[in-house]
Each structure stands twice: as C-alpha cells, then as structure tokens.
C-alpha cells in the first residue's frame, strides 16, 4: 500500500526559512494512521513503537483528509484491481448500516436504537468490493442516499476498453422501491432489482444481499467505525474510506480470494 500511497500523497509543504522540528517521515505517520483507524484507539495512545506523538499522527491525517488523499488512494486501489480484472459489473448491491454518534454533523435520532445519535455508512459494492461510500444521518431514509451513492462510484480502469462505473443491475431491499429512483436507474442503463412494496419479499435478495453484509462485517473490523467519535464528517468519511482500501487491498494481494 505504501507505493501505492505514494503515488497520492502531495508534497510537503515548504518552509519559508529554516527552524523548527523535523517533518515526520509520511510512511511511518501512515501506519500510524492505520493503526489508529484498525485498532480503535484514540491519538493520545499510539505505542512508544511508532516514535512519534499522536498530534502529530492527527495533524498529518487532517491534512490528508482536506487533500482528498483517502479517496484518491480508494480510487487508485480500485483501479489496480481494474487492471486485473477484479470488479465485476454484472450486479451491485446497496445497503446502509447505523453506528452510535456522540456530536457532529450528519448525526441525527436513530429510529432502530431508541433515539440515540448515529450516523449511517452507505456502502455500495460487488463481490464485496466497496466501490462507493457514503455518511449520513441515522435519521436520514435510505432512499435518498441511493443516488449520490451510485453517482459516487469512480470511473475504474479495466482490462479491455474503457473505464466504467456503472453496473449492469442494482439490487436493493424495500426501502430503495420508489418511482422516481427506478426513473433515474433506467435512464442511466441500469436494471434495477429491488424489492417491491407489497409484491415481492425481501427474503429473494438474500442470495444477492449477503454480500454487502459481509462487507459491512469487513467495514467493522476497523474498530474505529464502531462508535463515531469524529466531530467533523469529513473525518468519519475519511476513517472510512481507509478501511474501503484495506478491503480493496486485501483483495489486490489475493489475500481474498474472488468467488
């Protein structure tokens, strides 16, 4: 990950004279970001192993974070899965998952958890590759998530042809059936497999819907999407797009197998 990484990473910034501390090496503030993001720890407790304080962990994550950084290293994993074939675009499934929020933005009552503040995570994969991620608010219905979700998934490179970013079909459960969502997946080509309201149970997308929830079970081995402790989305969003690159990069090494 660290040549991928350093394909993304921008340069430091320079210093108008000389003075001060020396600027951390960036891989070992990557793995210290890591760690973080896999562990669930908070700043203040990085082990003495990785030789620096946990500000400066922070400091450098935040800079990252405004550099769009975790979202061009997702999109540049994506790609070098692409090139060998991973994604496949016969079918994608979307789904969302609630975690328990203390304060921000883009937190709101969740109506599964008695009312407590929570955010959601909208991840949109195949294969279980996520290939579009997504927050919002435990309170914000799933449906009008749908469209920023698909519109998010990256132009990825592929063996022959073009780039895509669309699948073939979208499966989804009851909470997705609505009108104008199956206007706008037919008119951008894509069959749309959800669930009807009253007509078809959601039991027959079981043998599609599994995979995201495997996904979500992956997403949750970064301990740190367990409970959001992030004021900032944007600091919740990034903390997922890392653990959407682990699984994209576990995958690249063949660490996953593809079924």
Not at 55 to 80: M, N, P, S, Y
Not at 108 to 117: A, F
Not at 131 to 148: E, K, V, Y
Request: hydrophobic residues 35%; charged residues 25%; positive net charge.
């Amino acid at each position: 990950m660290w040549v991928l990484f350093q394909r993304v990473v921008p340069p430091p910034p320079q210093r108008p004279q000389a003075g001060g501390h020396r600027r951390r090496g960036d891989r070992e503030v990557l793995a210290a970001i890591i760690f973080v993001a896999t562990s669930g720890c908070t700043w203040n407790q990085l082990p003495p192993g990785f030789g620096l304080p946990g500000v400066t962990a922070f400091r450098r994550f935040t800079e990252w974070t405004e550099a769009r950084v975790w979202a061009k290293l997702h999109r540049l994993v994506l790609d070098e899965l692409g090139a060998r074939g991973g994604p496949d675009w016969s079918r994608c499934t979307i789904d969302s998952v609630s975690v328990r929020a203390l304060k921000g933005q883009l937190t709101g009552p969740n109506p599964t958890d008695r009312g407590k503040s929570g955010s959601k995570i909208h991840p949109v994969d195949r294969q279980g590759l996520p290939l579009s991620i997504g927050i919002s608010a435990a309170n914000l219905h799933d449906s009008q998530a749908l469209i920023p979700l698909v519109r998010g998934i990256p132009p990825i490179r592929s063996r022959r042809g073009p780039r895509r970013r669309r699948p073939g079909k979208l499966h989804g459960a009851k909470g997705y059936d609505y009108h104008h969502l199956q206007l706008w997946l037919s008119s951008r080509g894509i069959q749309r497999r959800i669930a009807r309201k009253g007509i078809k149970s959601s039991q027959r997308l079981g043998r599609h819907r599994w995979v995201v929830e495997r996904t979500v079970s992956w997403l949750s081995g970064c301990r740190r999407l367990h409970r959001r402790y992030e004021r900032k989305p944007e600091h919740f969003l990034a903390f997922t797009a890392i653990a959407a690159t682990l699984i994209c990069h576990r995958r690249l090494t063949a660490e996953l197998p593809i079924h």
